[in-house]
C-alpha cells in the first residue's frame, strides 16, 4: 500500500513542511494540485515544468529592469508552488519513485545554483569588486558543502 511515510529511506516519504514559508505555499498547491491531476499530468512533467520556470526566473534576473525583476520574482514562486504540486500528484495517483525524488532534487539543486549565480552577477556589476565575486564563490561553496550531502544521505539512505 503506498502511504505518505516519515521514513527517508521510503520512496513515499514526504518530508514535513513546517516553517511559515512552506506552510503558505502548500496552501497553495493544495489548491494547484487537483487542476493537473484532473488533466493527468503526471508528477515527473510537473517537476520539469516546475524547473524550467525556477531556472528561467533565475536566469531572467540578470536582464536586470524592473520588468524582468516582476517576471523573474512570478516565475520563482511558480516554481515553487509547483515544486510542491509534484509529489502531491506523486502521492495522490500513488506514483512515487526514486527517480522522481531524483529529479526534483536535481531541478532544486539547479535552481539554487543558478540563482545564486546571477544575484552574484547582478551583485557584481553594480559594484565591480573581486570581493564580491569572492564572497558569491564562498556563499555558493558554503550552500553546496552543507545542503547538498544532507539531501543526497536522505534519498538515498
Request: aromatic share 14%; hydrophobic share 50%; glycine share 6%.
Amino acid at each position: 500500500m503506498n502511504q505518505i511515510t516519515g521514513d527517508p529511506s521510503s520512496k513515499y516519504f514526504a518530508p514535513q513542511r513546517t516553517n511559515i514559508i512552506e506552510s503558505f505555499y502548500s496552501g497553495i498547491s493544495k489548491y494547484i494540485s487537483p487542476i493537473f491531476i484532473k488533466y493527468n499530468f503526471s508528477a515527473n512533467s510537473v517537476t520539469i515544468i516546475s524547473g524550467l520556470f525556477g531556472m528561467a526566473g533565475s536566469l531572467i534576473i540578470i536582464l536586470n529592469s524592473i520588468e524582468s525583476n516582476i517576471l523573474s520574482f512570478l516565475f520563482l514562486n511558480i516554481f515553487v508552488v509547483l515544486d510542491l504540486v509534484d509529489g502531491d500528484i506523486a502521492r495522490h495517483t500513488k506514483t512515487t519513485s526514486y527517480f522522481g525524488r531524483w529529479l526534483d532534487l536535481f531541478f532544486d539543486k539547479i535552481n539554487e545554483i543558478l540563482l545564486i549565480l546571477s544575484l552574484i552577477y547582478i551583485s557584481y556589476i553594480h559594484y565591480p569588486h573581486q570581493s564580491i565575486l569572492l564572497a558569491g564563490l564562498v556563499l555558493l561553496t558554503m550552500h553546496l558543502c552543507y545542503l547538498l550531502p544532507i539531501k543526497l544521505r536522505v534519498m538515498f539512505s
